[in-house]
């Protein structure tokens, strides 16, 4: 009941009188009028005028399925939204799911992970109700070795959203980080099932720093959040649609080309490590060069000092600036 009051609300943008809304909902006045009050106690902000009835007037920074549906436009992603409070990791409740069969278009947003990880076994800090941490599943026929892609993909898709969002100058660090003003922002995560030629599924893993006001110690030189930079609260439901949008449209065209040869231009233009020097880390090996961009299978190319371009794979190496992180 609660959800279709607010969906009618939603829809309504305007006054909606309690008659309208007992006789389209087909229940009684009292249990309008509780619905108003649960959906009051949660955040939302409703105006009730005598008379006139019901108004939505601000919706709280909350991840229900209905607040992110509200704002998606979108053929495919999140037509199946879990929302959790809590979670170990939204990747690992994916996982769960989609081996029970849940599979079609599924996407688990939670308020907070208790056991976050993130790339090369480390941990990833999700705080409760200030980030985006949320996990989707996609089928790409596509062979095992294309699969990397898709997390060059999603970090294409998640730059724009945040620039569109936010108006911040977001970037790429290759392969998949996204920086604001040389910090860490967002942190993408792909899990992969394959068979020995085929693809099983790929489930995507975004982590973004939203509305925190501060970070523990250990990380906050290289982390930050988009509130800290952008000096102002970003409604984490938009965020979340508005990535789903450009993910759509991003993955479509990497499909169709089964590389990344359509969004190889744009990706270089987000990319903070173009042109210039970087310190590359391969197991005891570290050597400088100048990254020079990245090819239609998203590896990165780097000239060594002697002129040679050396072909880099995300997940062989870590790429860092010769003074710090970006
Ligand atoms: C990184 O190390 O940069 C990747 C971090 C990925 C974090 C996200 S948060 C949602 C999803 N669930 C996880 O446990 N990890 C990813």
């Not at 607010?6 to 009684?28: H, P, R, T």
């Amino acid at each position: 009941m609660r959800d279709r009051v607010l969906q009618m609300l939603q829809e309504k943008n305007e006054f909606i009188s309690g008659q309208e809304l007992c006789e389209n909902l087909a229940v009684s006045r009292t249990a309008i009028w509780k619905s108003i009050h649960v959906l009051q106690e949660e955040g939302y902000h409703i105006e009730a005028v005598r008379n006139k009835g019901y108004r939505l007037i601000s919706s709280p920074d909350v991840l229900f399925s209905n607040e992110i549906k509200s704002h998606l436009q979108t053929k495919w992603f999140g037509d199946k939204i879990i929302y959790l409070e809590s979670v170990d990791s939204t990747n690992n409740e994916v996982k769960r799911r989609v081996e029970t069969g849940e599979l079609e278009n599924l996407l688990v947003v939670s308020e907070e992970q208790i056991a976050g990880k993130g790339r090369r076994g480390r941990s990833w800090k999700s705080p409760r109700g200030t980030g985006i941490w949320m996990s989707f599943v996609i089928k790409p026929e596509l062979e095992p070795e294309s699969a990397p892609m898709i997390t060059l993909v999603a970090a294409m898709a998640c730059a724009k959203a945040i620039r569109e969002i936010t108006g911040l100058e977001a970037s790429i660090k290759w392969p998949n980080d996204i920086v604001v003003n040389g910090k860490k922002v967002v942190g993408i995560l792909t899990e992969m099932s394959t068979e020995m030629m085929y693809v099983n599924y790929v489930v995507v893993g975004v982590g973004i720093n939203v509305n925190m006001e501060e970070f523990p110690e250990e990380i906050k030189e290289v982390a930050t959040s988009l509130k800290i930079e952008a000096k102002s609260e970003i409604s984490r439901s938009q965020l979340v649609a508005k990535f789903g949008e450009q993910f759509e449209k991003y993955y479509q065209e990497f499909l169709d080309k089964q590389n990344l040869s359509s969004i190889r231009e744009e990706y270089e233009e987000y990319l903070i490590n173009c042109n210039k020097e970087v310190a590359i880390q391969q197991g005891q090996d570290r050597w400088n060069g100048i990254a020079l961009g990245i090819n239609n299978n998203g590896e990165l190319l780097v000239k060594k000092q002697d002129g040679e371009v050396q072909v880099i794979r995300a997940g062989e190496v870590s790429v860092r600036g010769l003074y710090g992180y970006v």
